[in-house]
T-cell receptor, first 109, second 113 residues
Framework: DAKTTQPTSMDCAEGRAANLPCNHSTISGNEYVYWYRQIHSQGPQYIIHGLKNNETNEMASLIITEDRKSSTLILPHATLRDTAVYYCTGVRYGQNFVFGPGTRLSVLP | DAGVIQSPRHEVTEMGQEVTLRCKPISGHNSLFWYRQTMMRGLELLIYFNNNVPIDDSGMPEDRFSAKMPNASFSTLKIQPSEPRDSAVYFC???????????FGPGTRLLVL
């Protein structure tokens, strides 16, 4: 599995876009990039995943660079309820997730 | 769908006692995962099952930990005897056969005194 690197913490103003980066320079061609988040005292929550193309769903957008060495999770209009730890991980089919320490996002009023 | 269901949500016990954590995966999912989360070690995979069969238990800390999945809708994680260092939040997750996305339960917060 690809080793991922994320900033330890980030702040974002409420209503602004939150852009969370992730480096995965060792990712292989068949590894998906997955994003989860964990709000305090809750279980990790699936956000989005992608392989090569950018992806968007009702929660977020995922931008993957052309060389796939990094990606950015975008929360377009962050709210206080988006305060959480965000995990980026790479996984191949049939393998399991390895979660790092993630990025602690604080959305400020 | 009710999502992954775990019970109990909180457990406080004394060292040496047996602890049993329970998980009901999402209906139709054929893989089930047990994780442990602590401040020191983060989120760690303990064991996972595929079609009720344990596939990889390399993350199970020691023989005091055991997990079973008697059918597709129920799994247990047992600690006997429990120790204070077992205090953690234990999560169960399930996955369908058509992708890698795992869906997590709310967790069981275990405190061993």
């Amino acid at each position: 599995d690809a080793k991922t690197t994320q900033p330890t913490s980030m702040d974002c103003a409420e209503g602004r876009a939150a852009n969370l980066p992730c480096n995965h320079s060792t990712i292989s061609g068949n590894e998906y990039v997955y994003w989860y988040r964990q709000i305090h005292s809750q279980g990790p929550q699936y956000i989005i995943h992608g392989l090569k193309n950018n992806e968007t769903n009702e929660m977020a957008s995922l931008i993957i660079t052309e060389d796939r060495k990094s990606s950015t999770l975008i929360l377009p209009h962050a709210t206080l309820r988006d305060t959480a730890v965000y995990y980026c991980t790479g996984v191949r089919y049939g393998q399991n997730f390895v979660f790092g320490p993630g990025t602690r996002l604080s959305v400020l009023p | 769908d009710a999502g992954v269901i775990q019970s109990p949500r909180h457990e406080v016990t004394e060292m040496g006692q047996e602890v049993t954590l329970r998980c009901k995966p999402i209906s139709g999912h054929n893989s089930l995962f047990w994780y442990r989360q602590t401040m020191m070690r983060g989120l760690e995979l303990l064991i996972y099952f595929n079609n009720n069969v344990p596939i990889d238990d390399s993350g199970m800390p020691e023989d005091r930990f055991s997990a079973k999945m008697p059918n597709a809708s129920f799994s247990t994680l047992k600690i006997q005897p429990s120790e204070p260092r077992d205090s953690a939040v234990y999560f169960c997750a399930s996955r369908s056969g058509s992708g890698e996305t795992q869906y997590f339960g709310p967790g069981t917060r275990l405190l061993v005194l």
